[in-house]
Each structure stands twice: as structure tokens, then as C-alpha cells.
């Protein structure tokens, strides 16, 4: 069974940044791509950005490319989301989970907040 813990939320002005972290435990968390996941509130929950067991190879949707960066350290079973240049539309709870995700790993997320 692997838990995930979300933390790094809170509420920024638009342009500003906040950086995200996810630690994994209960697993060996390395094995696994992992992602950022978000939902907005009324609107499904969607993918963000994912990367590779290694961490070599990253993506992300269209809407963060170029803000977000996505990144990893396996000794700490740790996934971080580095958010840039922060917009209201990014406003949402987000989530940490294996990519492609397993149903039954969601943690109970972490909201973010753009407003001036």
C-alpha cells in the first residue's frame, strides 16, 4: 500500500511561485512514473505534468509548459512541482500520483490559490 502525502500549497498573487512536494511512502516509489494531477472546482481532475521512473523525461500539458518544472529524488521518494509565473486559472487542489495514476494512491491533495 503506498501513502501519499501532499504539502507546499497556499495562496500567491498572480506571477508569483510556489513549489509543491509529494513523499511517497509504503512502496518503492522509484519503480514508478510519477505525476501531478489538479482539479479545479467543477471540473474533472486532470494530469499537469509527469516524469519518468529516472526523472530524465518530463511533460506537461500545454496550459504549464514553460511555469511548471517537475522533478524527483528517489533516495527520498520525493516528486516535487516547482510553479512559476502563477495565473488564477491554476487555482485548484493538487494532487501527487504514480503516472499512469492508480486509482486507490490519491492523497487528500493540496489547494492553491491565485489571487490578487
Known amino acids: 500500500q503506498v501513502r501519499i502525502v501532499e504539502s507546499g500549497g497556499g495562496l500567491v498573487q498572480p506571477g508569483g511561485s510556489l513549489r509543491l512536494s509529494c513523499a511517497a511512502s509504503?512502496?518503492?516509489?522509484?519503480?514508478?512514473?510519477m505525476g501531478w494531477y489538479r482539479q479545479a472546482p467543477g471540473k474533472q481532475r486532470e494530469l499537469v505534468a509527469w516524469i519518468t521512473t529516472t526523472g530524465i523525461t518530463t511533460n506537461y500539458i500545454d496550459a504549464v509548459k514553460g511555469r511548471f518544472t517537475i522533478s524527483r529524488d528517489n533516495n527520498k521518494n520525493m516528486v516535487y512541482l516547482q510553479m512559476n509565473s502563477l495565473k488564477p486559472e491554476d487555482t485548484a487542489v493538487y494532487y501527487c500520483?504514480?503516472?499512469?495514476?492508480?486509482?486507490?494512491?490519491w492523497g487528500q491533495g493540496t489547494q492553491v490559490t491565485v489571487t490578487s
Open positions: 500520483n504514480q503516472y499512469p495514476l492508480h486509482p486507490n494512491y
Open positions: 509504503g512502496s518503492t516509489v522509484s519503480a514508478y512514473g
